[in-house]
């Protein structure tokens, strides 16, 4: 396993991820933790995501893992950049 850089990029990951941690480990609902996203959209999408991926999980779970965490946190950071874009076009 690969040394924990000493990045403010990991760092700023990391309280995300421990914020989401706490959120489930405090049984918050999911409509608060995914705040205004549609809940019946991201469940689509994350059940396609994962049967995309299904091959690659036999072949090398820890590749797999690693890479459907990638995806979805680039997922989440253009989705966040695409929506902001999105409401500052037709607040104009």
Same mark, same amino acid.
């Given at each position: 396993? !690969?040394?924990?850089?000493?990045?403010?990029?990991?760092?700023?990951? &990391?309280?995300?991820?421990?914020?989401?941690? !706490?959120?489930?480990?405090?049984?918050?609902?999911?409509?608060?933790?995914? =705040? =205004?996203?549609?809940?019946?959209?991201?469940?689509?999408?994350?059940?396609?995501?994962?049967?995309?991926?299904? +091959?690659?999980?036999?072949? @090398?779970?820890?590749?797999?893992? +690693?890479?459907?965490?990638?995806?979805?946190?680039? !997922? =989440?950071? @253009?989705?966040?950049?695409?929506?902001? +874009?999105?409401? !500052?076009?037709?607040? &104009?």
């Amino acid at each position: 396993m !690969a040394t924990r850089p000493d990045h403010d990029d990991f760092w700023l990951m &990391s309280e995300v991820v421990l914020d989401l941690d !706490a959120a489930a480990d405090d049984r918050i609902a999911m409509e608060r933790i995914i =705040g =205004g996203i549609d809940l019946p959209s991201l469940a689509y999408m994350s059940t396609h995501r994962v049967v995309h991926g299904l +091959g690659m999980v036999k072949a @090398n779970p820890v590749a797999a893992l +690693g890479g459907a965490w990638i995806d979805g946190f680039m !997922a =989440g950071v @253009n989705f966040q950049k695409r929506r902001a +874009g999105k409401t !500052a076009a037709a607040a &104009s």
